[in-house]
């Protein structure tokens, strides 16, 4: 206590000063308009510009609760999309049905990719989510856009996915203008487009034309997107022609994904397998 007076008795000419300066500017802008108004702009313009930042502070370090937000929204969105709905016309009760899908029969769960390649022959992804949240080995994954991949290994948190930019995978695909059947394989050449295999030469194709999925591996639903055609050519002595789509996904810059869980798969499998061997 004896320091702090004597640091303030050492220094009192500097502090007199100051409170004699303080009184000054107080007076001036206290009964001058014109000061008065000039210092009123400039602390509310001061004062705005702070709380401004902090916001912006505050908004940048929510972004990771809002992504996640969204990601769960889009998820169920999805969900209700492949839902059949029913509505009532007249007297009778009409079904509409958006995608050809069982009731309940695809979940969407939303998942983080924190790691991923694509400037291999054999790429894959590895996702924040894993066995407790329900993932498993051979589900599908989509993005915002198109088709992404399948699950391959699990673990208790995690889940590696193997990419669509994977050379030795192919996906059931429909052109979803004819619904001719084909299939998708990435050449490991570009990561932004793809080429459609088995495509008959007698089909009617046009540049811009969707290929989707064709729903019958029973892992992606559906109509899902896989690309659009950017050129195509009838090679000599072949049946089918050379097609190349751009892929709907950009896997360069995927953030989050939609794994997708069929309910019905099981059986599915469980009713094949007992078929195949009677036939």
Not at 11 to 23: A, C, D, E, H, V
Not at 108 to 117: E, L, T, W, Y
Not at 128 to 135: I, P, Q, R, V
Not at 156 to 173: C, G, K, P
Request: one cysteine or more.
């Amino acid at each position: 206590m004896q320091q702090l007076f004597g640091f303030i008795y050492k220094n009192r000419s500097l502090f007199t000063f100051l409170l004699l300066l303080s009184i000054g500017f107080f007076l001036v802008f206290r009964f001058n308009d014109y000061p008065g108004a000039v210092y009123f702009h400039t602390s509310n313009q001061v004062s705005g510009q702070i709380v401004d930042s902090r916001q912006n502070l505050k908004d940048f370090f929510g972004l990771r609760d809002v992504n996640r937000t969204l990601a769960d929204e889009n998820a169920r969105l999805r969900q209700a999309l492949l839902t059949p709905i029913a509505v009532t016309a007249g007297r009778g009760l009409v079904t509409s049905q958006v995608a050809e899908a069982l009731p309940g029969q695809f979940r969407f769960i939303p998942a983080k990719v924190i790691n991923n390649s694509w400037n291999r022959f054999r790429n894959y992804l590895t996702l924040n989510k894993g066995a407790k949240d329900g993932l498993e080995p051979g589900m599908a994954v989509m993005g915002s856009y198109g088709i992404v991949g399948q699950v391959k290994y699990v673990s208790q948190n995690f889940a590696t996915v193997v990419s669509l930019l994977y050379t030795d995978w192919e996906v059931s695909s429909t052109l979803a203008s004819t619904g001719s059947n084909c299939s998708v394989s990435w050449q490991g050449i570009d990561p932004l487009q793809a080429n459609v295999l088995y495509l008959p030469l007698h089909t009617d194709i046009s540049v811009g034309d969707t290929v989707v999925t064709s729903g019958y591996n029973a892992v992606f639903p559906a109509g899902m997107p896989i690309g659009t055609v950017s050129g195509f050519e009838q090679t000599t002595d072949a049946n089918f022609f050379d097609v190349t789509i751009d892929l709907a996904t950009d896997f360069q810059s995927l953030r989050y994904v939609y794994v997708v869980e069929n309910s019905y798969l099981p059986e599915q499998d469980s009713l094949q397998q007992l078929t195949d061997p009677a036939l």
